[in-house]
């Protein structure tokens, strides 16, 4: 192992191009005129304006947000292994040598987490050699970044190296804003959005609204920014977040680590949120020096008043929360904000007949595993060391990063972990993912509660069991919690029988916010290869291959409406991108669209069976919703979904419009749309559409035939227009008509119309 340099050798290359975004920031300024107060997110915003002039002329920030096109020239682009498989299968049909902007590759979602690191890497890696090599030599081509398997995950990398004050970047990935916590815009999009930057056309996004979150106030004791998170994810909701960039500001926010406001801006994906970001802080200067940035540090203090809001900066929204007063939560299960303070989750329990056993703790991942948490935990587990108490449950580590884990392993506390039980996994995605293979006995359909750190707890998501009921809290209370082995357990309040007879409470954790003796690299091998473009380079897929397959276009919108499309499936209630395109064993498939496409909404619950992933084909035999959709697609039957609210929430996931598309689809109707996805189904080709009256849900149902009235008017002109759809109910032949709403700017339009972004941009790269 290796300690990180004073001044990291690729420093400048990882700087903001802070030259430009003065000029245009002045730009910005002049422009709008000195009576504009302009929130900090808005500041970073509009200086990445491919053309502010144009953009901004004869606007004010309240005629902008909410509802102007952002044209948007982003500075990086990072890529996780599943999903940059589709990104870089798509970059590669359009022909360029190289990546118009720096860019990284992260293997680290496809890492099974079962036995420990040094068995679970070196499996998957031989498991999973055709992808990561693909990835790695598109990387060498392309001049991109690649950290190989067992460096790290994406976003703690991310943090490491490449976020900065006023960076605007974009991930494939959902909690690609936990870059925020460094004062950077940073948004999760698909492989398609994160195509037009590698290509360097402007990336569009609505502009959003600026949620601020007002912080009073310190931390003290057992809360931590996890419970911050996990209060504001109750307070708002997972739609409260939708259309919004969530800003911190307040006093609160001097008092709170880097890695700490990391993880508050990475859960922000939770509340749907466009993304979140802090303002530049003292401990933002300190984590950059730590990790050998510190002339970033020096050049972002140089930006002054940039790099925070103007005081009379005016919030669409603020929600005030007093960290003095915050209490430790415990969010879910199955959803991120059913959110419990701790010390009423004893009577939620009983109230909901929840399981009193808990089976695992989980800690780590993206979302926290900083010095700061890790150091914290290892207070807990030093104080139950001398308590003479071991872990009652199975208890996992997943380190975030191979820099974190060094680090940790010098200074002890990951022996004080694993002498305590814990078994470290990979630096990887792991359980997080679905990639956890279970030794405890537990099987699928055995109901049994698990805590963990991570930021999302949809049903099935970490072992695949859909009667998991997954918990979310901070490291220390799940692993404080994990001693005593009971969901009922408050760490805070109660005490544990230790094996001498006499009882034991837990003091409140303490932590450090950087390790006193630097970062530690770790191993060299896990290093990135350096970024240069080899042309030579073959990129090389098989055509037998059942995980990676070259990309056939889709066909452009046909001259005329579309005719008698059928309701594939009518969905009821939450429909995530995990439902419509699931994780686990799929992830082998990612870039395989044919092959992925067999799981296409297999999570979906139908509204007129009321079971999931199964329909009725006009003939009455009941099959799997992909099933029913390639015998359409065969028939030359078009076809569309139907479903409820915040339609594809979850993961930035664009197979989730991918394969929809390819499987024959051509419109999603919906009550409404997760942000990200609604994109991602334009940049397909599919089209978006809301009920104009939610009621109108009911009145359509599966295998109605419809047929549009004004899309190919709305799709020439612009956007403009209204679109219509005449239904023919199934059952009774009875015609009715349902209006519609939907976002659709001039170049969504065009995507459309030329069959997919990708079409558009093949043909303006070749022009
Ligand atoms: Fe990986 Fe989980 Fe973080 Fe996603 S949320 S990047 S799966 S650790």
């Known amino acids: 192992a290796s300690s990180i340099p004073k001044v990291h050798p690729n420093c400048d290359a990882r700087t903001p191009p802070y030259d430009k975004l003065r000029r245009n920031y002045e730009t910005v300024r002049r422009v709008l005129g000195s009576n504009q107060h302009l929130t900090l997110a808005e500041k970073i915003l509009y200086s990445h304006l491919e053309k502010p002039e144009e953009t901004l002329s004869g606007q004010s920030t309240d005629s902008i947000r909410g509802n102007a096109y952002l044209k948007l020239k982003v500075d990086r682009v990072a890529m996780q292994d599943a999903s940059a498989q589709m990104a870089l299968l798509q970059f590669m049909s359009c022909g360029l040598p190289m990546t118009a902007v720096p860019a990284s590759i992260h293997c680290d979602h496809m890492i099974v987490g079962e036995r420990g690191a040094d068995v679970d890497l070196p499996e998957s890696i031989k498991g999973n050699k055709e992808v990561f090599d693909f990835l790695e030599s598109a990387a060498k081509k392309y001049g991109i970044e690649f950290w190989a398997p067992g460096s790290g995950i994406i976003h703690q990398i991310v943090l490491e190296n490449y976020s900065a004050p006023g960076l605007m970047m974009l991930g494939t990935d959902s909690h690609t804003p936990n870059g925020g916590g460094l004062g950077a815009i940073c948004i999760g999009v ?32 057992w809360a931590s920014p996890k419970d911050v998170i996990l209060n504001l994810a109750g307070q708002l909701t997972v739609r409260g977040g939708t259309g919004y960039i969530v800003e911190y500001h307040g006093e609160g926010v001097r008092s709170l680590s880097c890695t700490g406001m990391a993880t508050i801006c990475n859960m922000g994906a939770e509340i749907g949120a466009t993304t ?33 809001a103007d005081s009379k900066a005016e919030y669409d929204k603020v929600v005030t929360i007093d960290l003095s007063k915050l209490e430790p939560h415990i969010n879910g299960p199955f959803t991120p904000d059913l959110s419990t303070p701790l010390s009423k989750f004893k009577d939620a329990i009983q109230e909901q007949a929840w399981p009193l056993d808990l089976s695992a703790g989980l800690i780590g991942s993206c979302t926290n595993s900083s010095y700061q948490d890790m150091t914290r935990v290892e207070s807990i587990v030093n104080q139950a060391k001398e308590a003479g108490l071991k872990p009652k449950v199975d208890f996992f580590v997943t380190p975030g990063s191979e820099q974190i884990r060094a680090t940790l392993e010098r200074d002890q506390t990951l022996n004080a972990l694993e002498s305590a039980g814990g078994v470290i996994l990979a630096n990887a995605c792991g359980p997080c993912i679905g990639q956890w293979k279970r030794t405890d006995g537990v099987k699928r359909g055995d109901t049994n509660a698990i805590l963990t750190s991570f930021n999302r707890n949809f049903r099935a998501r970490n072992d695949g069991n859909p009667d998991t009921l997954n918990f979310l809290a901070s490291p220390e209370i799940v692993t404080a919690m994990v001693y005593s082995g009971r969901m009922d357990f408050n760490p805070t309040s109660d005490s544990i029988k230790t094996p001498s007879g006499s009882t034991f409470k837990f003091s409140p954790p303490h932590g450090e916010e950087l390790p006193r003796n630097g970062f530690e690299a770790g191993r060299e091998d896990f290093f990135p290869v350096k970024a240069v473009p080899d042309p030579t380079t073959p990129v090389v897929v098989s055509p037998t291959s059942t995980r990676l397959a070259l990309l056939d276009p889709f066909p452009p919108f046909p001259e005329s409406e579309l005719e008698n499309l059928s309701v594939l499936v009518k969905v009821k209630g939450k429909c995530t991108t995990d439902h419509i395109s699931a994780a686990g064993k799929w992830l082998a498939y990612k870039g395989h669209l044919e092959n992925i496409s067999n799981n296409t909404l297999i999570g979906a619950l139908n509204a007129e069976t009321d079971a999931v992933n199964t329909v009725v084909d006009f003939d009455g035999s009941e099959t799997s919703i992909p099933d029913l959709a390639r015998r359409w697609k065969e028939r030359g039957q078009g076809w569309l979904v139907v479903a409820e609210w915040n339609y594809g929430e979850g993961s930035a996931r664009e197979h989730a419009a991918l394969q929809p598309r390819y499987l024959g689809g051509s419109i999603v109707l919906t ?9 991602n189904l334009k940049k397909q080709g599919l089209i978006p559409l809301t009920f104009v009256n939610e009621t109108d849900y009911d009145l359509i149902s599966p295998r109605d035939k419809v047929t549009t009235v004004g899309l190919l008017d709305m799709l020439k002109n612009g956007g403009a227009g209204a679109v219509k759809l005449q239904v023919v109910k199934e059952k009774t032949g009875e015609k009715i008509e349902i209006e519609t709403a939907h976002t659709f700017s001039k170049d969504q339009a065009e995507w459309v119309l030329a069959g997919s972004a990708l079409n558009l941009l093949g043909k303006m790269a070749k022009a």
């Open 190 to 221: 698909g492989g398609a959005d994160a195509v037009d930057a590698l290509v360097d056309a402007p990336w569009e996004l609505k502009a959003p609204k600026v949620l601020g979150v007002k912080l009073e106030g310190k931390l003290d004791g």
């Open 671 to 679: 009550k409404s749309f997760a942000r990200i996805h609604e994109t």
């Open 276 to 308: 979140s970001l802090f303002p530049f802080t003292p401990s933002m200067s300190r984590y950059l020096q730590a990790t050998g940035r510190g002339p970033i540090a020096e050049k972002a203090t140089a930006m002054g008043e940039f790099l925070s």
